[in-house]
């Protein structure tokens, strides 16, 4: 009867947990290979764009997100690009108000707030079509999106063209500089990621 009892209770109860603890050890070992996959997977994108590093470091942190998907990575890229162009437009409006700069550095100051706050508004406009692209209009929305994102990045080098010369601040110049390239460098990457997606429904 004991004996009985152990086998029509206990072994059942056994045969769950092996099977549940196989299944935990089975999804722990899976969430890494699909974490690499995704990880090389923007690795090999990231090699198809002009600055690949800066793509792939600033994209890596997103792999979860990413996974293997082109419309994905391309978003992601996008989303990015948008969030660090408004945080450095964002300090440029600060740095405006700062005292002791030239009359000259003033104005280029304003001319790249204003070009960044355009970079920013085509990116933005961007970012929603790409979130709304749809089969049927692939083509007309993808085409808009490419302008507005190659917009955003001759925004971008217009900012940087106002503190050409030597006659601006070294300190100012080279901050600015430094943060609106590395934006322009991200808008590039996305655009070349936006184009392969693209180019994979032509």
């Avoid at 206990?10 to 995704?38: E, G, H, M, Q, W």
């Avoid at 601040?169 to 460098?185: F, S």
Wanted: aromatic residues 6%; neutral net charge.
């Amino acid at each position: 009867m004991e004996g009985s009892f152990f086998s029509s209770h206990f072994l059942p109860a056994l045969l769950i947990f092996l099977s549940f603890t196989s299944y935990v050890n089975l999804s722990s070992a899976a969430r890494p290979a699909a974490d690499k996959a995704s990880t090389e997977f923007i690795r090999t994108s990231c090699g198809t764009t002009t600055y690949p590093r800066l793509c792939y470091t600033s994209l890596s942190a997103h792999a979860s997100v990413i996974q293997t998907s082109p419309k994905l990575l391309a978003d992601t890229a996008l989303a990015v690009t948008l969030s660090t162009a408004r945080s450095t437009s964002s300090l440029m409006s600060k740095m405006v108000q700062s005292h002791g700069l030239k009359p000259r550095e003033v104005a280029a100051m304003h001319d790249c707030v204003e070009e960044l706050s355009d970079s920013v508004d085509q990116l933005r406009r961007a970012m929603g079509e790409m979130t709304q692209i749809k089969g049927s209009n692939f083509g007309l929305m993808m085409d808009d999106i490419q302008t507005w994102v190659s917009a955003a990045l001759t925004d971008e080098d217009t900012c940087t063209d106002g503190f050409a010369g030597n006659a601006m601040n070294g300190n100012l110049k080279t901050t600015v500089r430094a943060r609106v390239v590395n934006i322009a460098h991200m808008t590039s990457n996305a655009l070349g990621l936006i184009n392969s997606y693209a180019s994979l429904h032509n």
